[in-house]
């Protein structure tokens, strides 16, 4: 068997709208046929640089380039130096998803439009699309996956989308966040999706990640996660154990809790409680 420098991780991710795909990928050898999706493809570019021709359309994407190819559009991708090959991800979302989210983020009516150029050098915006295929690769917890894929795609739809038809946006109203906010600090220790915190307000998702972020200034899952790391606090003080506080608040292992708590704290649980008198 030839052994290959190619590294393509591609996964469904059900807990996204429509059950999305997503793509981690360093490809050196591999080339990609003429090939369309039914979904649209919208890409990040971080090393390397891909020859691809998309329609009629030959380009090269660098470093910094965020892609955006509509549903049905034909496309072959290869590396333009095949020793150095391209890394990038990728994410396969639903006309639906996006104008769904685009209903949500911009004034207007109608389908969303993202204009006609393919490519945009975006170097902030690419990192933002990485580092979301990043936790979506790794993170267990739905949440948190669904908050960094919204609001990574929110971004590339403010930056480069536009609905051209005329309609009344609705102000966002801090009552549904504020029950947002209790049904978090009440169902804090269950494995939560965004869609159950939409439906228990009353709200579409959408309406909810962008409102959220608005009035509070954190994520859905940044704010689900401090009060998660209070409620630990507690415990660990009280003579918990880490193992036993982690799923007693609602994170999926120790390991996830020590991580979270780090981050947070810079101390682990163990120095915590150990410091706590």
């Not at 649209?40 to 971080?46: E, G, K, R, W, Y």
Request: charged fraction near 20%; charge should be neutral.
């Amino acid at each position: 068997m030839a052994i290959t420098r190619d590294r393509l991780k591609l996964w469904r991710d059900s807990s996204l709208p429509g059950g999305m795909d997503v793509l981690r990928a360093s490809c050196f050898d591999y080339r990609y046929p003429a090939h369309s999706h039914d979904e649209f493809v919208i890409a990040a570019f971080v090393r390397g640089a891909q020859r691809h021709r998309i329609a009629r359309y030959q380009g090269v994407a660098e470093p910094g380039t965020v892609m955006i190819i509509p549903p049905g559009e034909v496309h072959t991708g290869e590396a333009v130096e095949c020793d150095l090959g391209w890394d990038y991800c990728a994410f396969y979302p639903t006309s639906q998803f996006i104008d769904a989210l685009a209903a949500d983020i911009l004034p207007g009516a109608g389908n969303l439009d993202f204009g006609r150029d393919l490519l945009r050098q975006n170097t902030d915006l690419a990192d933002r699309l990485l580092q979301a295929s990043l936790l979506a690769s790794q993170s267990q917890d739905p949440l948190e996956r669904q908050c960094a894929v919204y609001e990574a795609l929110g971004h590339v739809i403010v930056r480069y989308g536009e609905r051209t038809g005329r309609s009344v946006k609705a102000a966002s109203r801090s009552a549904d966040i504020q029950k947002a906010q209790t049904f978090l600090a009440d169902e804090f220790h269950g494995h939560l999706s965004i869609d159950q915190v939409a439906s228990a307000v009353g709200i579409s998702q959408y309406h909810l990640m962008r409102s959220f972020r608005t009035v509070t200034g954190l994520s859905v899952h940044q704010f689900l996660t401090q009060i998660r790391l209070g409620h630990a606090k507690t415990l660990l003080v009280r003579g918990v154990s880490a193992a036993q506080t982690a799923t007693s608040v609602g994170f999926y292992d120790q390991s996830h809790l020590i991580n979270q708590f780090r981050r947070h704290f810079g101390v682990t649980p163990k120095q915590y409680a150990t410091a706590s008198h």
